[in-house]
């Protein structure tokens, strides 16, 4: 079971891995910005456990935790390059020797220096696709990054590029490059993005989906009694994070989740695969990348393949629940 990713004529499976939670610990300032401790041992499992189950699009940063995923895909995927579609991003600015993020670049010799830095710390003298992953830039030093990109690809150091984002016009921009193919954006049953959708479907743009489900909040094992340490970023949430609050799920998502849950989990899904299965249904173009940091997480992520569809009508229902 395997999709296009956009126009770049690269397959990749039906849905990929997010690695944010396998880099540990990062933040900015006092907000924290991962999802606190990890084990890289089991992360380098839960790699592999992905590969072994037919999923081989991974997709990660240069912010998760500073760099810390990348190096850890490198282990994952050690003698399996061949195998997986690696997706990585670039953009944010830490100090050195530290876990701090510190600021922003949108320069072109800052894309190429981060690009090399990924090159390296993934182990590999190629990435599939290189994504800006500053959402708000403006088209002016979008346009001058994607220009560089191109000549990346000239170079043999990527295969295609895209850009994380949220905006419309910032789609719709990246739609009129050469060899951009991707646009990554959050897409998640509780949380539909129609118009982005669109720019994809008229343009042959990949939809990556992060935040498939929603940070954990579409699983069973987030309850209202659920609480989340400091040092995880649903804990001490930023002001852009809507699903928890105060370290707790927000009860309005909580309600909405369970409205539609006897739909998701029919036919012997679990609520995490019919939330993977919605994704699916909602376009030939979107990919859900869910996070993992197990392999019990992979397997469960990776059974919505073996599932039925969600049907058309499945969806519909879905549809006028939440808007009731």
Known sequence: MTRQLGRSGIEVSDIGIGTWAIGGEFHSGA???????????????????????????LDTSNAYGAGHAEQVIRQGIDGRRDEVVIA???????APGTREMVGEDGSVPHARTSLLGSLERLGTDYVDVFQLHLGG????????????????????LIRTYGWSTDEQS???????????????????????????LAVCERSGLASLNRSPLAMGLLTAKVTAASTFGADDVRGREPEWLRWFTDGRAT??????????????????????????????ARSPLAIPIPGVRTVAQVEEN????????LRAEQVAEIHDLLAS
């Open 31 to 57: 907000q924290p910005l991962g999802w606190g401790d990890v084990d890289d041992e089991e992360s380098i499992r839960a790699i592999r456990r992905a590969l072994d189950l037919g999923v081989t699009l």
């Open 88 to 94: 990585t991003k670039w953009g944010f600015t830490f």
């Open 137 to 156: 830039l403006d088209s002016t030093a979008a346009s001058e990054l994607f220009a560089a990109c191109e000549q990346f690809i000239d170079e043999g």
């Open 170 to 196: 910032s789609a719709e921009l990246l739609a009129r490059t050469n060899r951009g193919a991707v646009v990554q954006h959050t897409l998640n049953v509780l949380n539909d993005a129609p118009e982005l």
């Open 251 to 280: 009860p309005e998502f909580l309600r909405r989740r369970d409205a539609i849950r006897e739909i998701l989990s029919s036919d012997g899904r679990s609520l995490a695969q019919g939330a993977l299965a919605w994704n699916l």
């Open 302 to 309: 990776a059974g919505v393949l073996a599932k039925p569809p």
